[in-house]
């Protein structure tokens, strides 16, 4: 099982990206999308932008669940309130997983902000940021 | 009756002084800090001497009392007042701790060094000062 | 030597106004920042700039330690160390540094933080110097000005910082250089 992550700022541009696999049922943690996908992930992500767009609106909640599909593949969806938009592709419906690896994620882009260094705008590069994160896809997905 | 305060930095520079009750004739206000100075200064220096790390806390005359106050930081406050007036150091720590720290030290944009003339010129402190001082028993 | 720690326990409770520590952070923060921006990441340069303005802090914190804990002049720099790390900053950041590797002479010592609530958060800008950043180099300006003021004369400086390395503790090295003497009225000998 494949997913990947991106992180996207109000520009829509990618502030943080991640593939990584599932570490359940004997997952090697490591991606496993065929050629086409791959190359695809950042192009389905972006088409799924338009959805949240429209669905944000419709809810108090952050977690948007699932708001596209492309194939087979899942897009979920999580929006902060200085509207970065956290991008997860998956194969398999997960919601609660999903919704605690969203928050925990939000959890360290927030303290990822709140160092003096990081601008709103900057693609995130602590290596701290990328282990923890790791360390999250493992624990939930 | 309290006649007049004087406060001294640590580099012996008068930043402060007031007067509330004319007692002698003394026109010449720059030599007075001047004398004032040089006897808390030696005062101060000859009680150290008698005794480690310990300050005088105040001296009489027949006409005047002077009451002595100094912070571990230097800063010396002096009060003058009739012989009748009992001691005056605690006013003084008053007056260093609620009124020169709240006003002057805490105040951002009053300078804490006064180089040559600049002295303390700050309402607040003025109106506190003022207001304390004749708030004390003995004042008048 | 309890006592000095209970002065500043003391204080600390009842006598100190306080504020969210985060809006500390985030000031101390952007101050840094901007000053590695204006400076152009000329670290040095900033490391001096934090330490001129602690300097400045530091003539008037004393004087606000001073007035709210009636404290007397220390008899020695041993006493100077405890007052620093149980009283100062125990009443200006709520943290208590602890006091170590004093010299023979017992004219320096360490103050180690376990922690430090300026340099919550904070990752280092991603520059090959960015190492040379003494990110909370303000405490040692303000070491240096508050001990002026009760006439010693020191030299405060980070040998190590967990912002830059977390293996390694935040450390200040702190030396008295000499007691100053009290300064003589012009035209007196």
């Not at chain 1, 303290?111 to 282990?131: C, E, N």
């Not at chain 3, 303005?53 to 041993?78: D, H, S, V, W």
């Amino acid at each position: 099982m494949s997913y990947y992550l991106a992180l996207l700022s109000r520009q829509d541009k990618p502030i943080y990206e991640l593939k990584f696999g599932s570490s359940r049922q004997g997952g090697d943690g490591q991606p496993h999308f065929d050629k086409a996908m791959d190359d695809l992930t950042p192009f389905v992500v972006h088409a799924a932008l338009d959805v949240v767009d429209d669905v944000q609106w419709t809810t108090p909640a952050m977690y948007l669940k699932t708001v596209d599909n492309f194939y087979s593949y899942m897009i979920s969806a999580f929006v902060t309130a200085g509207n970065i938009r956290f991008m997860l592709v998956h194969e398999t419906k997960n919601e609660e997983s999903i919704r605690q690896f969203f928050l925990d994620v939000y959890d360290l882009y927030v303290k990822t902000l709140m160092s003096p260094f990081y601008r709103v705008t900057d693609k995130i590069q602590s290596p701290a940021f990328d282990t923890k994160v790791r360390a999250l896809a493992r624990k939930y997905l | 009756m309290i006649y007049s305060f004087w406060m001294y930095d640590r580099h012996c520079e008068c930043i402060y002084s007031r007067d509330w009750h004319r007692s002698a004739a003394h026109e010449d206000k720059e030599d007075l800090q001047k004398l004032i100075y040089g006897s808390v200064f030696s005062l101060r220096n000859i009680t150290r001497k008698l005794s480690d790390d310990d300050a005088f806390l105040s001296f009489q005359t027949s006409k005047y009392k002077l009451h002595f106050f100094e912070s571990p930081s230097n800063l010396k406050l002096v009060l003058i007042t009739d012989p009748m007036m009992s001691d005056a150091c605690n006013a003084l720590r008053q007056i260093y701790a609620g009124l020169y720290v709240e006003y002057v030290v805490k105040n951002p944009l009053s300078p804490i060094e006064h180089p040559r003339g600049t002295g303390v010129d700050n309402d607040l402190f003025n109106m506190g000062l003022d207001s304390f001082v004749r708030s004390l028993q003995g004042f008048a | 030597m309890s006592k000095v720690r209970s002065v500043g326990e003391e204080v600390w409770k009842h006598k100190t106004d306080k504020i969210n520590s985060e809006l500390l952070t985030l000031t101390y923060g952007s101050i840094v920042a901007q000053l590695v921006a204006d400076f152009d990441h000329d670290y040095a340069k900033v490391n001096k700039q934090l330490d001129k303005m602690g300097y400045n802090i530091g003539l008037r914190l004393i004087e606000e330690l001073l007035a709210k804990t009636g404290l007397p002049r220390c008899q020695n720099f041993r006493d100077t160390a405890e007052a620093v790390a149980k009283v100062g900053f125990k009443m200006f950041m709520n943290i208590t540094p602890t006091i170590s590797n004093w010299s023979v002479d017992s004219k320096q010592f360490s103050l180690v933080f376990t922690e430090n609530p300026l340099a919550e958060f904070v990752e280092l800008p991603d520059k090959p110097n960015a190492r040379d950043l003494w990110y909370s180099n303000i405490y040692a300006g303000v070491i240096r000005g508050a001990l002026e003021m009760v006439q010693l004369q020191v030299e405060a400086e980070f040998v190590s910082d967990a912002v830059q390395d977390p293996s390694l503790p935040t450390e200040i090295r702190v030396r008295l250089v000499k007691v100053l003497e009290d300064e003589i009225p012009p035209g007196e000998d």
